[in-house]
């Protein structure tokens, strides 16, 4: 195991970094998320490594929830030891984010969106990572049953109270995401941004979302964009033994339908008519729209971080390969 970890002195040398909406908080074009492979269950000494690569990369967006792991809670403290020994030096170079509103400990108040949770689950993150404030706190998904503005006035409560710098939302509907921000802005919190998951293969936020998020000022950052892995070359030849498929957690075997193969060896090849990987084509799409502030990966290894982050040599598209992807993704359906 490697000591005391000192940051590459040219880090942020090729980084880009997106103004969030009408903020003033810049985030890296690509951002890290410790939802996989950053549990108790998972290496420490890979997710040691995935994270000071990232560092040393310009990556300074991580991005955490109370339930990733496994076991839930988990990627919060293996996250906590990381930091407490490589990153105390580091901690006013990164943004850390964290979240609250799926189901996390037994009883009533373990998941949605009450203020009960959410103060509760927020106090526990913090003690989890070893921090005294997260960067952001978003509310993990809206609550129909809770009023919105009880959620919303506790994203308020934590930010007042210093337990987080800026508020955000996710998974969140246009007409939710409307009186979110509407409520947040009266409070005097304006949220900063919305987590959505967004990719070639689930482009649900072009339907209104964008538009209301820029024309709100409000930032929004990508989630799985590479469809878990489907959008690489992972699944080209087969299941491999290592993959997040094979583990069946969240993505399973049958995700990965003959048709949906046709399509992706397509997109492959297009991919390797620009000389780029998959995975790259794949997130330099996300990033060829200024609304978008950032694309959060997911990574089992450095390597495919490594490649995720080259994606930044070419994220232009000719309206002809533009042309060609919509081809491929509109096929069939
Ligand atoms: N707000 C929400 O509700 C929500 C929901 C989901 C995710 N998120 C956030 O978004 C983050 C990313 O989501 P995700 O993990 O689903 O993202 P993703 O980037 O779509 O998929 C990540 C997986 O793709 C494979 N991969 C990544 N780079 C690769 C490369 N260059 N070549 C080949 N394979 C590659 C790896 O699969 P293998 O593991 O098989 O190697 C990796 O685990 C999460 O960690 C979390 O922070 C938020």
């Not at 950053?38 to 300074?60: C, E, K, L, Y």
């Not at 799409?285 to 200024?290: C, I, R, V, Y």
Request: charged residues 20%.
């Amino acid at each position: 195991m490697k000591n005391n970890y000192t940051a590459d002195s040219n880090r942020y040398g090729t980084m880009r970094y997106n103004r969030c909406g009408k903020s003033g908080l810049l985030f890296p074009a690509i951002s890290l998320g410790l939802w996989h492979n950053f549990g108790h269950a998972d290496n420490f000494n890979t997710a040691r490594d995935i994270i000071q690569s990232a560092f040393n990369q310009g990556v300074t967006h991580f991005d955490l929830a109370n339930n990733y792991g496994p076991p839930a809670g988990s990627a919060e403290e293996v996250f906590g030891v990381i930091l407490k020994k490589d990153f105390l030096a580091y901690r006013d170079e990164m943004i850390i984010t964290t979240k609250a509103g799926y189901d996390m400990w037994d009883g009533p108040y373990g998941e949605w969106g009450s203020r009960k949770y959410l103060i509760a689950s927020v106090n526990q993150s913090l003690k989890r990572m070893g921090l005294e404030y997260v960067d952001i706190f978003y509310s993990h998904r809206f609550d129909p049953k809770t009023p919105l503005e009880e959620t919303m006035m506790a994203l308020d409560h934590i930010v007042k109270s210093g337990k987080a710098l800026y508020a955000g939302i996710s998974n969140y509907t246009p007409d939710q995401t409307q009186r979110a921000l509407d409520i947040l802005r009266q409070l005097g919190t304006p949220c900063l941004i919305h987590q959505s998951r967004y990719s070639m293969f689930d482009r649900t936020v072009e339907n209104g979302l964008l538009d209301m998020l820029e024309d709100n000022g409000v930032g929004i950052v990508a989630f799985s964009p590479l469809a878990q892995g489907m959008l690489t070359d992972r699944y080209l030849h087969g299941i491999p033994s290592d993959s997040r498929a094979s583990k069946a957690h969240f993505l399973r075997p049958e995700n990965i339908t003959p048709e949906l193969l046709i399509k992706i060896n397509a997109l492959n090849e297009l991919a390797s008519y620009r000389g780029q990987s998959l995975a790259q084509m794949a997130t330099a799409w996300l990033l060829k729209d200024h609304r978008v502030t950032s694309v959060i990966v997911g990574v089992s290894s450095v390597k495919q971080l490594n490649d995720n982050i080259y994606t930044l040599k070419n994220t232009f598209f000719s309206a002809e390969e533009i042309e060609k992807i919509e081809a491929v993704l509109n096929s069939g359906n």
